[in-house]
C-alpha cells in the first residue's frame, strides 16, 4: 500500500484488559494509533479507459433508464410485513432475465426467497453482485408524496426520485443493471462474468441468507470479489468508502410476572405495589445492569475482551480520513441535534470511539398504559429492544451468551433474552485488486474517495468476506438520503454547478467499474 507522512502523529490502537476483572472494574478500552502513516486514495492510478458506445447509450435512453428505477421503487417489498415481497423478487428475476442472464431463477428460503443469476460472458474474471430488494416500513406521517408513488420532484439538490427505496436500495441497483443493459447492447457481451446474489430480508437482520449462499457456495468462491451498488456523494459531492462494516446482536429482554414475585396474568392496581413486584422496575434494573451509570462503559464481564487492535491499515485509513472528520464535526452534531459527545471527547477521539468502540443501546421500551391521563397500574410484563453494534472480533452469539451469564450471576435469572438477528462484522483490504479498481474508477471521475476501515452500521457482508473468502466494496458516485424515514430520495438531475452526479453520470462509472476490474492485476 501506498502511504504518505501525517504532518502529526494521531495515536490509535486498541487496549482492551487482558483479565476478566469484575463487573464494578470494567473500563471502557480506548485505542491508539502508532502509525503517522496515512492512506492516500489520489495515489491509485485513475482509470483511462473510455467506453463511448456505452456512454451513447445511455444518454441516449435515459428516459426509459430513469422509469425502469421508477418501476422498481414503485413496487413495495416491506420485508417485515411481507408486503409485495414476492412481486418484487420476481420482478428482480425477470429482469435479469430481460438482460441475457444465463441463469435467473427464485431461491426459496426459510424465510422470504432470495434470486440467483449469472451472465457467463466466457471472461477471464467474475464479479459477484450482492443486492437486498427489500425495504423499510412506510411511516404513517412526513411524506411529501406517496411512498411507493415514484415520484420525480424538484428539491434544492435538482430532480430527485422520491419514494421508499430510492436510495436504499434499489435505485442504485436498478441503475447498475442500466449499465449492464448499455454494455451488453453495445458490445454484444459484458466483460466478466456476473453472479448476483439478492435476498429480500436485510431490512430484518438476514436471517436466512446464508440458505441462499449454501446453494451456489462453490460458485460463488470462484469470483474475484463482491460488489454492493450504492450512492457514495454527500451533497457536496465529497465521497466515501468503507471496507468494512461492524456487526450487530439485536435481542429481546423481557421481564413477567411469575413464582418470583409479580403479576402472572395482567395488570393490576398500583396500591398493590406496596406487596407486589414489579415486572417493569425489575427489567430497568436489568437493562441498567448491563453499563455503568452514565450509559457509556458496558459493565458486562469479558465483554470487550474479544475486540482486536486496529490493523496497521486500519490506522492509516483513519489517519486518512480524519481531516474531514474534524472539519465536519460541529456540522454533524448540529445535524443530529447532539451537543457533545460521550465526555466531552473531542472530534479525532469520537472518531476513533465510532470506528472501534462496540455498543450497547436500547431500541426501545414499553409496558403498561402510556396514554393520556393516569392510569395507575402495576403491569404485569415489560419488554425492551436493544442492540449492540459489534467490532472485529466480536461474535454475536458469544455476546448473547456473556450477557446472559451477567444477568444470571446479577440474580436476574427470571428476566428473557431473545436473539431477533445477529451477525459478526466484516472487513476488506484497500489492496484487494476489486478496491483499487473502485479507487481508480472514482479517481477517473474527479472524486478521489475517503477511505474508511469500517462503517458504523451494519450489514450481512460477513456472508462474504468470512464465509467465501472474498473482498467486498460497497459504492458508486451519485447521492441520496433519507433511507428508513420519510421523503427518502436519489438525485437523477442535479441543479447545474453541483458536483453530485445524476443518473447518466452514474450508470457511465458503473460501466467503467466493470471494465476496470476485468484489468484490474
Not at 323 to 329: E, K, L, N, R, S
Not at 488 to 504: D, N, Q
Request: net charge negative; with cysteine; glycine share 10%.
Amino acid at each position: 500500500m501506498r502511504v504518505s507522512r501525517l504532518a502529526a502523529v494521531v495515536a490509535l490502537g486498541i487496549a482492551c484488559q487482558p483479565s476478566t476483572p469484575p463487573s464494578s472494574e470494567v473500563t471502557r478500552p480506548r485505542a491508539q494509533v502508532t502509525t503517522a502513516e496515512t492512506f492516500d486514495a489520489k495515489q491509485v492510478p485513475p482509470y483511462t479507459g473510455a467506453h463511448d458506445a456505452a456512454y451513447a447509450f445511455i444518454d441516449a435512453n435515459l428516459r426509459a433508464h430513469v422509469e425502469n428505477l421508477r418501476r422498481w421503487v414503485r413496487q413495495p417489498s416491506i420485508s417485515a410485513q411481507n408486503n409485495g415481497i414476492q412481486r418484487m423478487a420476481e420482478l428482480v428475476r425477470d429482469d435479469l432475465i430481460a438482460l441475457g442472464f444465463k441463469e435467473a431463477e427464485l431461491v426459496p428460503t426459510t424465510g422470504h426467497p432470495g434470486v440467483w443469476g449469472y451472465y457467463d460472458a466466457g471472461a477471464e474474471k467474475t464479479l459477484a453482485v450482492y443486492m437486498m430488494y427489500d425495504v423499510q416500513p412506510v411511516e404513517p406521517t412526513g411524506w411529501s408524496v406517496d411512498a411507493f408513488e415514484g415520484a420525480l420532484v424538484d428539491r434544492p439538490l435538482g430532480k430527485v426520485l422520491m419514494a421508499r427505496g430510492a436510495t436504499n436500495q434499489k435505485a442504485p441497483e436498478r441503475a447498475f443493471l442500466n449499465a449492464l443493459e448499455a454494455i451488453i447492447r453495445t458490445q454484444g457481451k459484458l466483460p466478466v462474468n456476473l453472479m448476483v446474489v439478492a435476498e429480500g430480508e436485510e431490512e430484518l437482520g438476514s436471517p436466512h441468507f446464508n440458505e441462499v449462499i449454501d446453494k451456489y457456495e462453490a460458485r460463488l468462491k470462484t469470483a474475484s470479489g463482491v460488489f454492493f451498488p450504492f450512492n457514495s456523494q454527500e451533497p457536496d459531492g465529497d465521497v466515501g468508502m468503507f471496507m468494512g462494516v461492524k456487526g450487530i446482536l439485536a435481542f429481546e429482554m423481557e421481564a413477567r410476572g411469575g413464582p418470583h414475585g409479580g403479576p402472572v396474568k395482567s395488570e393490576i392496581h398500583g396500591s398493590y405495589k406496596v406487596i407486589t413486584d414489579s415486572p417493569v422496575l425489575r427489567l430497568t434494573q436489568a437493562i441498567a445492569s448491563l453499563t455503568s451509570p452514565d450509559g457509556n462503559t458496558i459493565l458486562v464481564p469479558r465483554y470487550y475482551d474479544a475486540i482486536r487492535a486496529p490493523s496497521d491499515e486500519e490506522q492509516q485509513l483513519t489517519n486518512g480520513m480524519l481531516p474531514q472528520w474534524v472539519a465536519q464535526d460541529s456540522a454533524s452534531r448540529a445535524g443530529m441535534g447532539i451537543e457533545q459527545w460521550i465526555d466531552s471527547m473531542s472530534a479525532r477521539d469520537a472518531l476513533i470511539e465510532y470506528l472501534f468502540s462496540t455498543t450497547m443501546n436500547v431500541d426501545g421500551i414499553w409496558s403498561g398504559y402510556s396514554g393520556p391521563g393516569m392510569k395507575t397500574i402495576l403491569p404485569h410484563v415489560a419488554t425492551a429492544k436493544l442492540d449492540s453494534r459489534l467490532v472485529p472480533d466480536q461474535d454475536p452469539d458469544s455476546a448473547l451468551a456473556l450477557i446472559r451469564a451477567h444477568l444470571d450471576a446479577k440474580g436476574f435469572t427470571d428476566v428473557t433474552l431473545r436473539k431477533l438477528s445477529g451477525y459478526p462484522p466484516a472487513q476488506s483490504s484497500v489492496s484487494a485488486p476489486l478496491v483499487r479498481a473502485a479507487i481508480g474508477t472514482y479517481h477517473k471521475y474527479g472524486f478521489p474517495p475517503s477511505v474508511a476501515p469500517r462503517l458504523a452500521g451494519s450489514a450481512p457482508y460477513y456472508v462474504f468476506t468470512k464465509r467465501l473468502g472474498l473482498p467486498m466494496v460497497a459504492g458508486g458516485i451519485g447521492h441520496g438520503s433519507g433511507a428508513h424515514g420519510p421523503d427518502e430520495y436519489m438525485v437523477i438531475e442535479p441543479k447545474s454547478g453541483s458536483r453530485v452526479a445524476g443518473l447518466a453520470a452514474i450508470e457511465k462509472f458503473y460501466v467503467d467499474l466493470l471494465y476496470a476490474l476485468s484489468a484490474a492485476r
